[in-house]
C-alpha cells in the first residue's frame, strides 16, 4: 500500500524555469493538498482541492497552479522559477467523508526543490 | 483566528530523561489539536491526536500529551527518550469550517529534538 508517492524527491532548476510536482494516492481520499515547508517557519498551505475538478487557493499560492483530473492524482506546477520557491514540498490527503477537524492528514515524502 | 505557537525550537536531552515539548494554541472555538514527527528527509506521521475525548491522550512510541484548556496548552511528553526519538516534531491546531478544505490547519514552527548519549 503505496499511500501518497511524490515525484521527484529533488530537482533543481534554473530561474524562469518551469516544472511540476507530482503527487499520487491509493487511499481513495477526496482531499488533497500541497504544503511548503521553510526552516522555522513550519508548513504553509499552497492549494488545495475536496474533490476531482474542483481546487482552491491556500495561504502562499503565488507562483503555482494545480489541477485535479482524477481522484488520485494532485499535479502542482511551477511556473517562471524563483528562488523564492526554493522549499521542501508536501503534499498530502485526507478522507473526507467525515466532516470532523480530527481528520488525520497522511502525508508524501516530500520534494526538495532548489532555485538557482 | 487560530495559532499555534511552539516554545523550543531545539530541545536536547539524554537517552533515558524524560522529554517534554511545549505547545500553546488559541482557538475561537474547540480544536483539533495533533502532535506529528518528521524524521530526517521524510514526511510527517502522525504521533497523536486531541479530539475533546479524554484529555490524556497517547501515542505511539510512548509519547503523550496533555489537553489543559485553562492554559492553552498541549504539551508533548515521553518518560524516557531514545536515540530514535530524534526528529522534528509539530504541534498542529484544526478547526472545522466549510471552507479551506474542510479544516483549517495551522502548523507551528516545529521543535528539532536531539538525544545525545
Known amino acids: 500500500n503505496a499511500g501518497v508517492t511524490q515525484t521527484p524527491k529533488f530537482r533543481i532548476l534554473k530561474i524562469g524555469q518551469s516544472m511540476t510536482l507530482q503527487c499520487t494516492q491509493d487511499?481513495?481520499?477526496?482531499?488533497m493538498y500541497w504544503y511548503r515547508q521553510d526552516p522555522g517557519m513550519g508548513l504553509k498551505l499552497i492549494y488545495y482541492?475536496?474533490?476531482?475538478?474542483?481546487?482552491d487557493k491556500g495561504e502562499v499560492p503565488n507562483g503555482y497552479n494545480v489541477s485535479r483530473s482524477t481522484t488520485e492524482d494532485f499535479p502542482l506546477r511551477l511556473e517562471l522559477a524563483a528562488p523564492s520557491q526554493t522549499s521542501v514540498y508536501f503534499c498530502?490527503?485526507?478522507?473526507?467523508?467525515?466532516?470532523?477537524?480530527?481528520?488525520?492528514?497522511?502525508f508524501g515524502a516530500g520534494s526538495r526543490l532548489t532555485v538557482l | 483566528a487560530q495559532s499555534v505557537t511552539q516554545l523550543d525550537s531545539h530541545v536536547s536531552v539524554s537517552e533515558g530523561t524524560p522529554v517534554l515539548l511545549r505547545c500553546n494554541y488559541s482557538?475561537?472555538?474547540?480544536?483539533?489539536l495533533f502532535w506529528y514527527v518528521q524524521h530526517p528527509n521524510k514526511g510527517l506521521q502522525l504521533l497523536l491526536k486531541?479530539?475533546?475525548?479524554?484529555?490524556l491522550v497517547k501515542g505511539i512510541n510512548g509519547f503523550e500529551a496533555e489537553f489543559k484548556k485553562s492554559e492553552t496548552s498541549f504539551h508533548l511528553t515521553k518518560p524516557s527518550a531514545h536515540m530514535s526519538d530524534a526528529a522534528e516534531y509539530f504541534c498542529?491546531?484544526?478547526?472545522?469550517?466549510?471552507?479551506?478544505?474542510?479544516?483549517?490547519?495551522?502548523f507551528g514552527t516545529g521543535t528539532q529534538l536531539k538525544v545525545e548519549l
Open positions: 498530502a490527503t485526507r478522507d473526507g467523508t467525515v466532516f470532523s477537524g480530527a481528520n488525520v492528514l497522511t
Open positions: 487511499m481513495n481520499h477526496n482531499y
Open positions: 482541492s475536496v474533490g476531482a475538478g474542483i481546487t
Open positions: 482557538s475561537s472555538y474547540s480544536p483539533s
Open positions: 486531541y479530539t475533546s475525548a479524554a484529555t
Open positions: 498542529v491546531v484544526s478547526e472545522w469550517e466549510l471552507t479551506g478544505g474542510g479544516n483549517k490547519l495551522t
